[in-house]
């Protein structure tokens, strides 16, 4: 059975606003509505102010929805607007994510670093989870953000499932494994489930997951980005305090011109890009112990070169990387003597090097005495 706008629309008309005492509709909540498939996702744009205690109004609407035949999943977020523009179109007219309320967003994060590729498939989750371990093992307190919300793979990476918990109702607590905390979209959505959403409403889910998560006091967090250069990309960078991004690159050259859009679209808002990781970067027999390189190589390194950005390194396409990552069990965390784990902590090292000046320098220098 097909499910028609008008059904969900006059199920939504039921959700009544307790403040105004009126429904949801009458007062322009309901955003961004998709319906494919007997899938649906929308917003409910809300006063800032009011978005915590919302999220009651939320899972009404949500589950009005859900009791519509031949509805097979409902996604709903709630959006902050003020002023009668929604916070997830704000910010596009300040660079590096240092204006309107951004930094609010992680109070406690003393660096924020982005692992960007310019297209899909060259490895970019893997490389984030392994260079989040291997922070991790180096001491430091990290989390890793899942920002890829139409495809989220870390719960799988490290090795995590079920809900987060939210002692309160209203914040979630982040899920651990290896040292790491982390919150993605694949905690609250079923793995099977497709997300439909408009980049207003992603936009609003991300900053839900950095505002509304108790993530602590962290020395980093890694966030692991939508590929491509779209819309949520673009927000995000101009949203978030970021201290840098990292772009993840295969060799070859069709990989590179699209790593080169993302590193460029990260210049363009001023936020420094650390350097290039070239992923895949060659093979090595099994067998024999011949190097191959499939992909072609050197690429990374010389578009590096090019562009005047770091080469952070390169990892070799290997069946231990991919077996680890998709067990749960990252190669620095499972295998960490291996020459694969040692170029994940090499890469991880330069990348803490770019960042930990700027940390050290927004730490108090002593304690500040006021005298009343």
């Known amino acids: 059975m097909s499910v028609a706008q008008a059904q969900i629309l006059e199920a939504l008309k039921k959700i009544v606003d307790p403040d105004s005492g009126k429904d949801i509709l009458t007062l322009g909540m309901v955003q961004g509505l998709v319906v494919r498939d007997?899938?649906?996702?929308?917003?409910?744009?809300?006063?800032?102010?009011?978005?915590?205690?919302?999220?009651?109004?939320?899972?009404?609407?949500?589950q009005a929805v859900e009791k519509i035949p031949g509805v097979?999943?409902?996604?709903?977020?709630?959006?902050?607007?003020?002023?009668?523009?929604?916070?997830?179109?704000?910010?596009h007219g300040h660079s590096h994510g240092q204006g309107g309320g951004a930094k609010q967003l992680v109070p406690g994060v003393k660096a924020i670093v982005a692992v960007a590729s310019g297209k899909g498939?060259?490895?970019?989750?893997?490389?984030?989870?392994?260079?989040?371990?291997?922070?991790?093992?180096?001491g430091l307190k990290v989390g890793l953000l899942d920002a890829d919300v139409y495809g989220p793979s870390q719960p799988r990476m490290l090795g995590l499932s079920g809900r987060p918990d939210s002692p309160d109702g209203k914040i979630l607590a982040p899920m651990s494994n290896h040292g790491v905390a982390c919150m993605s979209m694949g905690f609250l959505v079923p793995e099977d489930t497709?997300?439909?959403?408009?980049?207003?409403?992603?936009?609003?889910?991300?900053e839900q997951m950095?505002?509304?998560?108790?993530?602590?006091?962290?020395?980093?967090?890694?966030?692991?980005?939508?590929?491509?250069?779209?819309?949520?990309?673009?927000?995000?960078?101009?949203?978030?305090?970021?201290?840098?991004?990292?772009?993840?690159?295969?060799?070859?050259?069709?990989?590179?011109?699209?790593?080169?859009?993302?590193?460029?679209?990260?210049?363009?808002?001023?936020v420094p890009?650390?350097?290039i990781v070239e992923n895949m970067s060659y093979h090595v027999c099994s067998n024999c112990g011949h190097r191959e390189h499939?992909?072609?190589?050197?690429?990374?390194?010389?578009?590096?070169?090019?562009?005047?950005?770091?080469?952070?390194?390169?990892?070799?396409?290997?069946?231990?990387?991919?077996?680890?990552?998709?067990?749960?069990?990252?190669?620095?965390?499972?295998?960490?003597?291996?020459?694969?784990?040692?170029?994940?902590?090499?890469?991880?090292?330069?990348?803490?090097?770019?960042?930990?000046p700027g940390v050290k320098s927004s730490r108090p220098a002593g304690p500040r005495i006021v005298v009343q």
Do not use: C
């Not at 902050?80 to 704000?90: D, L, R, S, T, V």
């Not at 562009?307 to 067990?327: K, W, Y």
């Not at 069990?329 to 990348?351: G, K």
């Open 38 to 62: 007997g899938h649906v996702g929308f917003s409910l744009e809300v006063d800032p102010a009011r978005g915590p205690k919302l999220e009651p109004l939320r899972k009404a609407a949500e």
């Open 72 to 91: 097979l999943s409902v996604t709903a977020v709630l959006t902050a607007q003020k002023g009668g523009a929604p916070a997830a179109q704000k910010g």
């Open 121 to 138: 498939g060259v490895g970019k989750s893997t490389t984030a989870t392994n260079i989040a371990v291997a922070l991790a093992q180096k």
């Open 194 to 206: 497709p997300m439909i959403w408009r980049g207003p409403m992603v936009m609003g889910a991300l």
């Open 210 to 270: 950095l505002r509304d998560v108790a993530w602590g006091e962290l020395d980093i967090m890694i966030v692991d980005m939508p590929p491509g250069t779209g819309d949520a990309q673009l927000t995000m960078a101009q949203r978030v305090p970021l201290a840098g991004a990292v772009i993840v690159s295969t060799p070859q050259d069709i990989a590179l011109l699209d790593a080169r859009k993302g590193l460029n679209m990260f210049r363009k808002v001023e």
């Open 273 to 275: 890009v650390l350097g």
């Open 294 to 356: 499939i992909f072609g190589h050197g690429g990374a390194h010389a578009e590096a070169d090019k562009l005047g950005v770091p080469f952070l390194g390169e990892v070799p396409l290997h069946i231990a990387i991919r077996e680890t990552s998709d067990g749960g069990t990252p190669i620095v965390a499972s295998q960490p003597q291996s020459a694969h784990a040692a170029a994940y902590r090499a890469i991880a090292d330069r990348v803490w090097a770019a960042v930990e």
